[in-house]
């Protein structure tokens, strides 16, 4: 952040932008409007997760017991709570081998981790529609009706379709 603010200020300073400008520019209004969701949503999401992370790792630990199967799903619902990619593996898939998900499994479900798009409260998504000015991309009325969800939803499918065909032959 200190190399950005230097660069906006050397960048104000040699082009003598009127700086008071700045606030009421419409690229500035979309970005303050997307980092506030950003802190709101990443304070949300944390706190969420330090208070269920127990029950979210039982929870998913029974499920994969009784359905290895299902772990690409399980790390599908997991990412979209969980809004990070990062924690969803750290959640779950040490608990999935250590049950005996086979490494095939585990591999071509990875890509089910990226289901943070889902639910329209993710920070990327929220600045996406806050940022367009044609107006064409909105979230809708219902949790589920946003743009983002049938390509992201196909994507993680055919990843995961395309992981276990592939990896057979390959491990």
Known sequence: MVFMLTAATLIVTTTKIDASKIANAATFKSGMSACVCVLGVAWLGDTFVSAHID???ELAAEILE?????????????????????????ALMPAALAIGVAPLTAIASFAAVSALFVLP?????LAAVEMDDTGSTRIGNLVFNHPFFIPGV???ASSVALGFAFGGLFI
Not at 66 to 90: D, K
């Open 121 to 125: 409260t993710y920070p990327t998504l």
């Open 66 to 90: 009784n359905y290895p199967w299902m772990l690409a799903v399980t790390l599908f619902f997991a990412s979209m709570l969980l809004y990070s990619q990062g924690a969803t593996t750290t």
């Open 55 to 57: 029950g979210i790792k």
């Open 154 to 156: 196909v994507t993680i």
